[in-house]
């Protein structure tokens, strides 16, 4: 009995775990990444999977040769034979303060989709990290940046003011992913993190708590200086404001010196009753901090998180931020970006989204409050 076989190739129905590594390849092929791939917990986030796909997707590529995986340290992209280059007025670039891989959960999402919109556009996207130096080794490296590939106009991420300032007077197409600073003319787009922590003391306060505290890292980033104006006029408003404690408790980001930064406040006559704490891993680091003294998120201490974090709605008791979502945050900043560079620049004005507010279980009266 002879078996026939069909002169065509019929079709596979592919497994998550490879549809995973075909969109974990797609993106090494579009240059995403620098040298490594994110985090399996990063894609996870990215992708929308669990962790044993993304595993075994990784080790799917790792036997193509696209990656080297060695434990204990990140998964290294492999050097292929380049592609032919992009002409030179087709280039954006992306300037950040940090690395790609160590960006916050939205602005990650974001500018991987960018950068897999604008190459489906014919446009190549080239990173340069801007850590904050001295003013004259910034506009030095920024300089050289746009000289060597001719950008044809650049995204700027949490970057000082100086970088700012530089693309407004040079007259650079630009687009401020976050906020502007004070003094700064740029058309941008950022989560309203002003309106985001006036809300946010709002609840506080609504609640009962009468010392307030914010908890933001001493970065200087126009969004986080928009943060405390917010702060300080959801206390203004508030019409009993000459019976509330504010304060900002400023750190340098580092989990000893906002531990030391707790503990001033925290042995005062009004220690806070309410926090509203910046960044995502800072919360982790002050909820620590609070259990070593043998303080209880909600009983002794109510928090709200400014930002999003998985994690957040996962944990026990839940905590109060303000999540959005990271696709609508990606469609407009690629909308954005695409007009900047097709019409040679955009009007100086602030693109805002305001998220919503999840409750959470980490708000509470004070004690006391009846």
Request: include cysteine; charge should be positive.
């Given at each position: 009995?002879?078996?026939?076989?069909?002169?065509?190739d019929?079709?596979?129905?592919?497994?998550?775990?490879?549809?995973?590594?075909a969109?974990?390849?797609?993106?090494?092929?579009?240059?995403?990444?620098?040298?490594?791939?994110?985090?399996?917990?990063?894609?996870?986030d990215?992708?929308?999977?669990?962790?044993?796909?993304?595993?075994?997707?990784?080790?799917?590529?790792?036997?193509?040769?696209?990656?080297?995986?060695?434990?204990?340290?990140?998964?290294?992209?492999?050097?292929?034979?380049?592609?032919?280059?992009?002409?030179?007025?087709?280039?954006?670039?992306?300037?950040?303060?940090?690395?790609?891989?160590?960006l916050?959960?939205?602005?990650?999402?974001?500018?991987?989709?960018?950068?897999?919109?604008?190459?489906?556009?014919?446009?190549?996207?080239?990173?340069?990290?801007?850590?904050?130096?001295?003013?004259?080794?910034?506009?030095?490296?920024?300089?050289?940046?746009?000289?060597?590939?001719?950008?044809?106009?650049?995204?700027?991420?949490?970057?000082?003011?100086?970088?700012?300032?530089?693309?407004?007077?040079?007259?650079?197409?630009?687009?401020?992913?976050?906020?502007?600073?004070?003094?700064?003319?740029?058309?941008s787009?950022?989560?309203?993190?002003?309106?985001?922590?006036?809300?946010?003391?709002?609840?506080?306060?609504?609640?009962?708590?009468?010392?307030?505290a914010?908890?933001?890292?001493?970065?200087?980033?126009?969004?986080?200086?928009?943060?405390?104006?917010?702060?300080?006029?959801?206390?203004?408003?508030?019409?009993?404001?000459?019976?509330?404690?504010?304060?900002?408790?400023?750190?340098?980001?580092?989990?000893?010196?906002?531990?030391?930064?707790?503990?001033?406040?925290?042995?005062?006559?009004?220690p806070?009753?309410?926090?509203?704490?910046?960044?995502?891993?800072?919360?982790?680091?002050?909820?620590?901090?609070?259990?070593?003294?043998?303080?209880?998120?909600?009983?002794?201490?109510?928090?709200?998180?400014?930002?999003?974090?998985?994690?957040?709605?996962?944990?026990?008791p839940?905590?109060?931020?303000?999540?959005?979502?990271?696709?609508?945050?990606?469609?407009?900043?690629?909308?954005?970006?695409?007009?900047?560079?097709?019409?040679?620049?955009?009007?100086?004005?602030?693109?805002?989204?305001?998220?919503?507010?999840?409750?959470?279980?980490?708000?509470?009266?004070?004690?006391?409050?009846?």
């Open positions: 009995m002879s078996s026939s076989r069909s002169p065509f019929l079709p596979h129905r592919l497994s998550l775990s490879a549809q995973t590594a969109a974990i390849r797609k993106a090494i092929e579009q240059g995403l990444w620098e040298g490594h791939v994110p985090s399996e917990r990063r894609l996870c990215v992708f929308k999977v669990s962790r044993p796909t993304v595993r075994t997707a990784l080790h799917a590529l790792a036997k193509e040769g696209w990656l080297e995986i060695r434990q204990g340290c990140r998964n290294r992209i492999l050097p292929r034979r380049k592609q032919a280059a992009t002409p030179r007025n087709r280039v954006i670039g992306v300037i950040s303060a940090e690395p790609v891989s160590q916050a959960h939205a602005s990650f999402n974001g500018v991987t989709a960018l950068r897999t919109t604008l190459a489906d556009h014919g446009f190549a996207t080239e990173m340069l990290v801007c850590q904050a130096n001295r003013p004259s080794t910034q506009r030095r490296k920024i300089e050289a940046f746009v000289r060597e590939h001719r950008v044809h106009g650049c995204v700027l991420m949490s970057v000082s003011k100086e970088v700012q300032q530089w693309f407004m007077e040079h007259g650079v197409p630009a687009l401020v992913l976050g906020s502007c600073h004070p003094s700064v003319r740029l058309p787009i950022d989560v309203d993190n002003q309106s985001v922590c006036r809300h946010a003391v709002g609840v506080l306060l609504g609640k009962g708590h009468r010392s307030v914010l908890v933001l890292p001493d970065t200087q980033m126009a969004g986080d200086l928009a943060s405390e104006t917010g702060f300080l006029e959801g206390v203004q408003r508030h019409p009993q404001k000459e019976e509330i404690t504010a304060v900002v408790i400023r750190h340098d980001g580092t989990a000893l010196h906002l531990s030391s930064r707790l503990d001033v406040y925290f042995r005062s006559a009004t806070p009753t309410g926090l509203l704490v910046v960044k995502p891993w800072h919360v982790f680091s002050v909820i620590l901090y609070l259990l070593k003294r043998g303080l209880t998120m909600p009983d002794t201490v109510s928090l709200i998180a400014r930002d999003q974090d998985q994690l957040f709605s996962t944990v026990l839940s905590i109060a931020h303000y999540p959005f979502d990271d696709h609508t945050m990606a469609r407009r900043l690629s909308r954005l970006v695409l007009k900047l560079v097709n019409e040679g620049g955009l009007p100086a004005e602030p693109h805002l989204i305001f998220p919503r507010h999840f409750p959470g279980e980490s708000v509470k009266p004070p004690r006391g409050h009846a």
